[in-house]
């Protein structure tokens, strides 16, 4: 059995990442690939203790350094204990976040810097990163408007932010995408469900089995 694929799916608020990620691993199983699914903050037990301490509590609970230092943490354990031995079990890893997402939520929306943070994922993970990133991409309002039905008038406390901040999550995720053409790629999330499964599976074609 040879190395196992991990791959990452990214996005804003409401791009349905979590529908994406458990219909794309039903069309991998399909074809023969052993598939893990996992997320992040969390995937791991000790990056899910520390996933609560993230999401839960107030807005002010954490500054944009100690919220990309808690994620770097999580990171760490969750690629040690999860993602690298599934790698090597041959399995092809799918994950609803990983790196990028810091990126553009505390580097670019936090103001702390893309590459800031990149460099703290140099030193917390070894600058480990995904086979390739698909960021899933939605106009801002359908995204939403998506967020508002998933979570009812709440939310948690990165989601609930408002909506300027989100636009900049935005422009980091295509900020990435530019500068590593080769492993992100933007795919478009509108439409039926089914359609933009296929439009992912397209975006790995060079990769799949």
Request: cysteine-free.
């Amino acid at each position: 059995m040879g190395r196992g694929r991990f791959i990452s799916l990214e996005g804003g608020e409401g791009v349905g990442k979590s529908t994406q990620i458990a219909a794309l691993a039903e069309a991998l199983e399909g074809r023969g690939v052993r598939v893990v699914i996992t997320r992040e903050p969390g995937g791991s037990p000790g990056a899910e203790a520390v996933r609560r301490l993230l999401l839960e509590g107030e807005e002010t609970r954490w500054n944009s350094r100690a919220e990309a230092l808690l994620f770097a943490a999580a990171r760490a354990d969750h690629i040690e204990k999860t993602i690298q031995p599934a790698i090597e079990r041959g399995e092809w890893v799918l994950s609803d976040r990983f790196v990028d997402s810091s990126l553009a939520y505390q580097g670019e929306a936090g103001g702390l810097g893309i590459e800031a943070v990149r460099d703290l994922h140099r030193f917390g993970s070894l600058d480990f990163l995904p086979d390739r990133t698909l960021v899933l991409t939605l106009d801002e309002a359908e995204g939403a408007a998506r967020a508002r039905v998933r979570d009812g008038h709440g939310g948690d406390r990165i989601g609930s932010r408002p909506p300027s901040y989100h636009a900049a999550v935005d422009a980091g995720f295509r900020t990435v995408a530019a500068s590593e053409p080769d492993r992100v790629r933007l795919v478009d999330a509108s439409g039926p469900a089914a359609t933009v499964t296929a439009r992912l599976l397209y975006a790995l074609g060079d990769l799949l089995p």
